[in-house]
T-cell receptor, first 113, second 113 residues
Framework: ETGVTQTPRHLVMGMTNKKSLKCEQH?????MYWYKQSAKKPLELMFV???????ENNSVPSRFSPECPNSSHLFLHLHTLQPEDSALYLC????????????FGPGTRLTVL | GENVEQHPSTLSVQEGDSAVIKCTYS??????FPWYKQELGKRPQLIID?????GEKKDQRIAVTLNKTAKHFSLHITETQPEDSAVYFC????????????FGGGTRVLVKP
């Protein structure tokens, strides 16, 4: 099984709540990613971190705030979300931010009420 | 930025037949093209990838072809089996953009026994 884990697996929150998604990789990789997967839409890259530095913010609203305290952990802090933010949020990691296979976590299914 | 179109969105084949999924990309500088398979309720997993310095790559029943001039690439699955039923995503990236993958919209493949 892949070495990328995500918690929680399911999350239901109100629009005024604050919650965080957690991702951890046990592969010794140096790059980590957040993706959003909505029904009937392509996987959307949200953020890229390389060696704990954010190298990509793909025009994501500020109500999503990433944090990468070290190369093994990645968080996505959520606040004042909208119902249209309901989706599967996938974390991935790769050896580095050059062209390498990305290994995905199982995702967090987020529902915003 | 890069734009990746994927067709068809759904594909139903009889077990044993072949399946072909096609993707086009817009950025002529893209040079890495992975294919991911996502089974129902599971995480996306890389099944094959191709770089721009080759035109074709094969791994058992799966092959990918790349036409750089026309900016399209295709996934070929031969002798399909029920376990090939899944959603398949193509993606493209270029080295200068780091490992920022732009995904196609996905193809839901159903293999009928």
């Amino acid at each position: 099984e892949t070495g990328v884990t995500q918690t929680p697996r399911h999350l239901v929150m109100g629009m005024t709540n604050k919650k965080s998604l957690k991702c951890e990789q046990h592969l010794g990789h140096n790059a980590m990613y957040w993706y959003k997967q909505s029904a009937k839409k392509p996987l959307e890259l949200m953020f890229v971190y390389s060696l704990e530095e954010r190298v990509e913010n793909n025009s994501v609203p500020s109500r999503f705030s990433p944090e990468c305290p070290n190369s093994s952990h990645l968080f996505l802090h959520l606040h004042t979300l909208q119902p249209e933010d309901s989706a599967l949020y996938l974390c991935a990691s790769s050896q580095d931010s050059l062209i390498h296979e990305q290994f995905f976590g199982p995702g967090t299914r987020l529902t915003v009420l | 930025g890069e734009n990746v179109e994927q067709h068809p969105s759904t594909l139903s084949v009889q077990e044993g037949d072949s399946a072909v999924i096609k993707c086009t990309y817009s950025d002529s500088a893209s040079n890495y093209f992975p294919w991911y398979k996502q089974e129902l309720g599971k995480r996306p997993q890389l099944i094959i990838d191709i770089r721009s310095n080759v035109g074709e790559k094969k791994d058992q029943r799966i092959a990918v072809t790349l036409n750089k001039t026309a900016k399209h690439f295709s996934l070929h699955i031969t002798e399909t089996q029920p376990e090939d039923s899944a959603v398949y995503f193509c993606a493209a990236s270029r080295r200068a953009a780091g490992n920022k993958l732009t995904f196609g919209g996905g193809t839901r493949v159903l293999v009928k026994p």
